[in-house]
């Protein structure tokens, strides 16, 4: 099982970026989904999660301006972040429950991370 994160890049404070996580591999399902960033010099935090029926959860600092969502037949999560500022600036990774049979536990997998800039 392998999570391919994309969509990092540079942008201005109040810019908007998406990124995107696809899984892929020998997959039976997928639990909750969700996006977690680690800053430099500071520990990784939850950004935001979306479980199977979407139901979702934000950090604090990031409601009202990030949007998650999810599209179970491609095994892709999505974050949507508008109203971008220089705090956001952090390595973002994708995590996903994942079932690889239907009678074993979800196990976490995590993406390799995608870089998020935000800079004047």
């Known amino acids: 099982v392998q999570l391919q994160a994309s969509g990092g890049g540079l942008v201005q404070p109040g810019g908007s970026l998406r990124v995107s996580c696809a899984a892929s591999g020998s997959i039976f399902s997928i639990d909750a989904m969700g996006w977690y960033r680690q800053a430099p010099g500071k520990q990784r935090e939850l950004v935001a999660t979306v479980s199977k029926v979407g139901s979702t959860n934000y950090a604090d600092s990031v409601k009202d301006r990030f949007t998650i969502s999810r599209v179970n037949v491609a095994n892709t999560v999505y974050l949507q972040m508008n109203n971008l500022q220089l705090e956001d600036t952090a390595i973002y990774y994708c995590?996903?429950?994942?079932?690889?049979?239907?009678?074993?536990?979800?196990?976490?997998?995590w993406g390799r991370g995608t870089l998020v800039t935000v800079s004047s």
């Open positions: 995590n996903a429950n994942i079932r690889t049979r239907s009678w074993t536990p979800a196990v976490a997998y």
